[in-house]
């Protein structure tokens, strides 16, 4: 059903020597993000991406692989714990370009600290036409975080040239403030189509490449039955699946869901993990030899909608 490839990954932490902190400052996530993508620190190469319309708060980011959708991702920083994060299919100037996407009805922002703090722990697993960053942080418990995620995903649609997504944890306040459930339910929860709010999670154009900013949940096998008891009785440790792109919309009066993908590199968690260490990471889960890392994103129910990310290659 997918043509894909697997393409090694790189991960970035904050711990790497080098490597720029994230701070309660305007500016400061826009930097780890120009670090990772365009120009590297350390001995750490940057993923090869393009920046443009860059200020001293603002930058857009784009891949430059040939395979790319081209999808421009505009990062506005002027905040000093939240980021004005959306993507576009063109862009002609800062925050200006045309179809723009992951926008919901009110203004949403990417908040990574709360009032209570002035750092975080953060880290980006990527390639040269996506990434995953994961920010440790919420409005109390230490196992909780915050993520984005934005690039291409292998699609089922016929000559899907827009096959972009983002995904983020939003709210309407420009800083981390209340015990949120997060955006892990609407990739790992079984929602209806009133739920759906295109400014935590869009797809850059519609499979016939009609509409933009169009609606999407995430599907697998961990939707049924989610936060079950850790560990598994069975297996006796977790259990992770892949993550389906589904793509939202209306027929007459009813809600629908169709296929329109996979999520590469992400990983959707079916049991409750509160015990487990944030940014723990896992080796050779799957006698892949690959490594993982574990995040949670509900800070209400901690430890609800966790992730594994994949931190050594990615199947596009």
Known sequence: MFKTERVPVTLFQSTDEGAPQL???AGSLK??????????????????????YEDGSYIAFRSKHEKASKCWLS??????????????????????????FGVGSSSYYFSV?????????????????????????????????????????????????????????????KSISSNEVGIGDMILGQLSGSQINTGQMALAASYDQLGFNVPCIGGGAMNKGRGEPYP??????????EIFVLEYYSLGSDNNYSMRGK???LLGIRERLPSIEELSFFDNLDDSGDRFVKFNTN??????DCFLLNCTAWEI
């Open 113 to 173: 600290l709360p009032d209570n703090r002035n750092s975080a722990q953060w880290l980006l697993v990527g390639h040269g036409r996506g990434f995953c960053l994961v920010v440790r942080s919420s409005y109390f418990n230490v196992n909780g975080s915050v993520f984005l995620y934005f690039g291409d995903f292998p699609s089922v649609a016929p000559s899907d040239s827009r096959n972009c997504i983002i995904i983020q944890s939003t709210g309407t306040n």
């Open 299 to 304: 800070h209400s129910q901690v430890g609800r």
């Open 23 to 25: 701070t309660a400052t």
């Open 31 to 52: 930097t780890i993000l120009k670090a990772c993508l365009v120009t590297g620190y350390g001995d750490k190469q940057a993923l090869g991406w393009e920046s443009a």
């Open 75 to 100: 990062v506005d920083n002027q905040y000093p714990r939240a980021v004005d994060v959306v993507g576009y299919h063109e862009m002609s100037a800062k925050n200006t370009g045309q179809k723009k």
């Open 232 to 241: 598994n009785p069975i297996s006796g440790g977790f259990t992770a699946f």
């Open 263 to 265: 999520l590469p590199g």
